[in-house]
């Protein structure tokens, strides 16, 4: 394929990003706020800079650079993605869609393009929701919509997410001044690896979504009684664990109750307390991921999870709290932005296919203020949230190509 876009520059950003946060050979773990997330958004500002971007950090952690077009007051179209982290994550989870973005501005920049309206390449901060257990808060923050309480949120180390941001050099209680009025964003371009299979099966490139599952998020807590474990009668036990595990295999059982719908359960965290070989635990906290396409079912899921808990936990003697951690409901991409990716595609010679998103993304919330757009980049065996998590330079600046063409669509220049 013949690129327009800098393949080269791309490919060595990517790979000087992937060193920050390094975990092992080809992992990283870049949690929001952290030291090594500032490193990351500092390289990634200069190279904004370099570009001829103007830059600034917001109050919510984020880095938006900004390309001034012929008309100023016209309303920005944006690319953006994440450069957090999971803990155990992989170096494309997100940075292709940050320095992506940033190549297709550079490009257009390079090519004496004067778009018409302003162009924006933003960097959302705590895509992943990892530290303090609750993602897309960037995203989220710009738009309003962030939830109460979601500021006294705190790490494994006690740390809030009030301290993490002031440390990082913003004020919480400046939010407004980082809020975006919706008039002034007119689209929103993300291109992401798939974190999936299928592009790799159909062994295509790239992929446009249609649409973005939409996860719920909650924690339960189970308290019963610590005891002896050689003493104390199985029928006179208030286990906590014992109870957990029968919820966990309930909610496992409920979200497969339809096998060809695309929902998905998973219980990705379990504290134990006391977490001793001889003692009988007294408290266990899980948290439950729950997503699907579908708003209704995904509702109906949720319902009999919440039945399961009462009755198992009744059944074992033990409290039960469920507390809400958020998500966001299933959204749809615009259908005019998937018609201009598809016409694009056609210029350069590919035929990417219509793909869902099980993961969740910065665009789910952008959907609440604009047409948003996604490209899915293939990533091998469809691995991700793990340091093998692996996409070909190739399929990169394929995707990027698109992103670079369908901006250019965008920004009526
Ligand atoms: O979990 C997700 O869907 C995203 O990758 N944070
Ligand atoms: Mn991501
Ligand atoms: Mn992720």
Not at 138 to 149: A, C, T, V
Request: hydrophobic share 35%; net charge negative; with cysteine.
């Amino acid at each position: 394929m013949d690129f327009t876009i800098n393949t080269e520059r791309l490919s060595k950003r990517l790979s000087e990003l992937a060193e920050i946060g390094k975990i092992g050979e080809t992992g990283v773990c870049r949690l929001a706020l952290s030291k090594e997330y500032k490193e990351g958004m500092e390289l990634v500002r200069t190279w904004m800079e370099e570009a001829g971007l103007s830059t600034r950090f917001d109050h919510f952690g984020n880095l938006i650079g900004r390309l001034e077009g012929k008309n100023p007051d016209a309303p920005a179209v944006m690319l953006g993605s994440h450069i957090d982290s999971q803990p155990y994550g992989g170096r494309y989870d997100g940075t292709i869609g940050v320095l992506g973005g940033l190549e297709a501005v550079q490009t257009m920049i390079e090519n004496d393009i004067v778009p018409e309206s302003p162009v924006e390449v933003i960097s959302f901060c705590d895509e992943e929701g990892h530290r303090f257990g609750v993602g897309l808060f960037g995203s989220r923050g710009i738009l309003g919509q962030l939830e109460p309480g979601e500021l006294e949120r705190a790490d494994e180390n006690g740390v809030t997410r009030r301290e993490a941001l002031i440390e990082f050099g913003a004020d919480p209680d400046k939010f407004h001044e980082s809020e975006y009025n919706p008039d002034n964003i007119a689209y929103y371009l993300e291109m992401h690896i798939e974190q999936g299979p299928k592009l790799q099966e159909q062994d295509q490139p790239i992929g446009i979504v249609s649409g973005i599952a939409g996860p719920r998020w909650l924690s339960v807590i189970l308290d019963g009684f610590a005891g002896h474990a050689g003493t104390v009668p199985m029928n006179m036990r208030r286990d906590a664990l014992a109870g957990a595990s029968e919820i966990i295999t309930s909610f496992n059982s409920i979200v497969k109750t339809d096998s060809d719908a695309p929902s998905v359960g998973t219980v990705g965290n379990l504290q134990v307390f006391p977490n001793g070989r001889s003692i009988i635990p007294e408290k266990v906290e899980f948290t439950i991921d729950l997503r699907d396409t579908d708003q209704a079912r995904r509702d109906d899921y949720e319902r009999k999870l919440r039945d399961s808990v009462k009755e198992i936990s009744e059944k074992h003697g033990l409290d039960y709290k469920i507390t809400d951690d958020g998500g966001t409901s299933p959204k749809e991409c615009s259908r005019e932005i998937m018609t201009i990716m598809s016409e694009e595609s056609e210029s350069i010679n590919l035929a990417p296919p219509v793909l869902m998103s099980g993961a969740f993304h910065d665009a789910s919330h952008m959907a609440d203020a604009c047409d948003m757009g996604m490209i899915f980049v293939r990533c091998k065996d469809g691995i991700s949230h793990n340091p093998a998590e692996y996409s070909t330079d190739e399929d990169i600046a394929a995707g990027t190509e698109l992103l670079y063409k369908a901006m250019l669509r965008l920004v009526k220049n």
